[in-house]
């Protein structure tokens, strides 16, 4: 019933800034400066991703700059004492790089940044070979739909199969992303599952139903 989501693809930036596993320190903080980008993808065998360098890495070198860390420091953080020490990409990277394909759901990416923890994802093909990079910023763009591009899907998907008929008067209105549906309906044990299928169209913020008189209140769960 429902439309095909929206993948990796669909957002994610192609023109991707890269560097070499033997590119030096000044050389990545210069190009992420040029570029405007807090990481980018390490690349070996000319385009095959093997890790991913960050300001996080890179920070490291500032803040074990002046200090002398007591032993108990020492053994907790070895691997960000060993990359403060370090001049290449290749020793700074995190390896491997959490990649993602093009074909991932915006869903299965957004899920896969919070696992890991990271900002950003190398799109990769099936060889490794780097294709793009989504970030954060591009997984949000789904919800700058247009709000009456929202109201068509749903009324589309939604609301024209499991509200069909003439004894059923259901309206949507969709403002900032939020859906509501106005109206009556012959069986409002419908109007959760229609909740929880909107919810799943990209886009949308949240979803709310307001019956008229002559259909019963029903509660759209969370």
């Known amino acids: 019933m429902r439309g095909a989501p929206h993948t990796v693809g669909d957002v994610m930036t192609r023109s991707v ?84 394909r093009a074909g991932t759901t915006l869903a299965d990416a957004a899920g896969l940044m919070a696992r890991h923890r990271v900002k950003r994802l190398p799109v990769v093909d099936e060889q490794g070979s780097l294709e793009g990079v989504v970030s954060r910023a591009d997984l949000l763009r789904v919800f700058l739909r247009d709000d009456e591009e929202l109201a068509e899907q749903v009324r589309r998907e939604v609301v024209a199969h499991l509200f069909p008929g003439p004894r059923s008067a259901v309206w949507v209105e969709v403002r900032d992303g939020v859906v509501r549906l106005v109206g009556r309906v ?11 299928l909107i919810r799943a169209v990209e886009g949308v913020v949240d979803v709310e139903f307001a019956p008229t008189k002559e259909a019963s209140s029903a509660p759209v769960p969370p």
């Not at 590119?23 to 095959?48: C, H, Q, T, Y």
């Not at 012959?186 to 929880?196: F, G, K, N, Q």
């Open 17 to 100: 800034a890269s560097v070499a596993g033997e590119a030096a320190f000044k050389e990545i903080v210069r190009l992420m400066r040029d570029r405007r980008v807090s990481g980018l993808p390490v690349l070996e065998d000319g385009d095959r991703v093997v890790g991913v360098v960050s300001e996080a890495d890179l920070l490291l070198k500032e803040e074990f700059r002046d200090s002398d860390p007591d032993r108990r420091t020492q053994l907790r953080r070895l691997p960000d004492l060993w990359k403060a020490g370090a001049l290449t990409a290749r020793e700074l990277m995190t390896s491997p790089a959490v990649t993602v």
């Open 186 to 196: 012959r069986d409002t044990s419908l109007v959760p599952a229609a909740a929880r």
